[in-house]
């Protein structure tokens, strides 16, 4: 009887060591953090909707150890891949465009935010005063995020020391003066076709 007892016993602590060690790997497949706790701020930037279809599409990083974002980045050929509209999603709207550039410069760690400036060339980028904008992840991982006037935007990626891997634009129509025929509500993603935004500057 104190045999079984024992042996009972050995196999709860044996389980439970097991959970333990598998809970706290989950921790750094998920890019929370490690532990460190989950950025939800993406949350009160696009709609619950459009959020669940982004993360279909693309990854959304909410950890709260983002690496330091600097630097201008050349995204070719950019390629949107998704529209979706009312509850209809679009996966076959494949358009490629010529390149667009990303600057991200200001990184703040203690309030993980950065400034971003976007644009068709690197003079017109480099002349705009980027949006302060959230920025979420865990080690090279990054989500930025941020409401603007017409629009939603997020960019999730990968840094690495010559570019941005796995780079992904998605982008939410907020008012009817957006234009291009996009109604409030609508979405499109986007990504690096060849894989990696080249940094540039």
Same mark, same amino acid.
């Given at each position: 009887?104190?045999?079984?007892?024992?042996?009972?016993?050995?196999?709860?602590?044996?389980?439970?060591?097991?959970?333990?060690?598998?809970?706290?790997?989950?921790?750094?497949?998920?890019?929370?953090?490690?532990?460190?706790?989950?950025?939800?701020?993406?949350?009160?930037?696009?709609?619950?909707?459009?959020?669940?279809?982004?993360?279909?599409?693309?990854?959304?990083?909410?950890? !709260?150890?983002?690496? %330091?974002?600097? #630097? /201008?980045?050349?995204? =070719?050929?950019?390629?949107?891949?998704?529209? *979706?509209?009312?509850?209809?999603?679009?996966?076959?709207?494949?358009?490629?465009?010529?390149?667009?550039?990303?600057?991200?410069?200001?990184?703040?760690?203690?309030?993980?935010?950065?400034?971003?400036?976007?644009?068709?060339?690197?003079?017109?980028?480099?002349?705009?005063?980027?949006?302060?904008?959230?920025?979420?992840?865990?080690?090279?991982?990054?989500?930025?995020?941020?409401?603007?006037? !017409?629009?939603?935007? %997020?960019?999730? #990626? /990968?840094?690495?020391? =010559?570019?941005?891997?796995?780079?992904?634009? *998605?982008?939410?129509?907020?008012?009817?003066?957006?234009?291009?025929?996009?109604?409030?509500?609508?979405?499109?993603?986007?990504?690096?076709?060849?894989?990696?935004?080249?940094?540039?500057?």
């Amino acid at each position: 009887m104190k045999k079984t007892n024992f042996w009972s016993l050995m196999t709860l602590f044996l389980c439970a060591i097991c959970a333990t060690t598998l809970t706290a790997c989950g921790d750094d497949d998920d890019d929370n953090g490690g532990g460190g706790g989950s950025d939800n701020r993406i949350n009160s930037v696009f709609t619950s909707k459009n959020l669940n279809t982004m993360s279909r599409f693309m990854p959304i990083h909410r950890g !709260t150890t983002p690496p %330091a974002l600097e #630097g /201008t980045y050349k995204v =070719s050929p950019d390629i949107k891949i998704v529209e *979706a509209w009312d509850d209809y999603v679009d996966e076959d709207k494949v358009q490629i465009y010529s390149a667009y550039y990303w600057r991200f410069y200001d990184f703040d760690a203690e309030n993980r935010t950065v400034r971003v400036a976007s644009g068709e060339t690197l003079s017109e980028v480099a002349s705009k005063t980027g949006a302060v904008s959230y920025i979420s992840g865990s080690g090279n991982n990054f989500t930025v995020c941020r409401n603007l006037d !017409t629009r939603n935007y %997020a960019v999730s #990626g /990968t840094l690495t020391s =010559s570019g941005i891997s796995n780079f992904f634009f *998605a982008c939410e129509v907020t008012d009817e003066d957006y234009g291009d025929g996009w109604d409030v509500g609508d979405l499109w993603i986007s990504k690096d076709g060849d894989g990696m935004a080249e940094k540039v500057e």
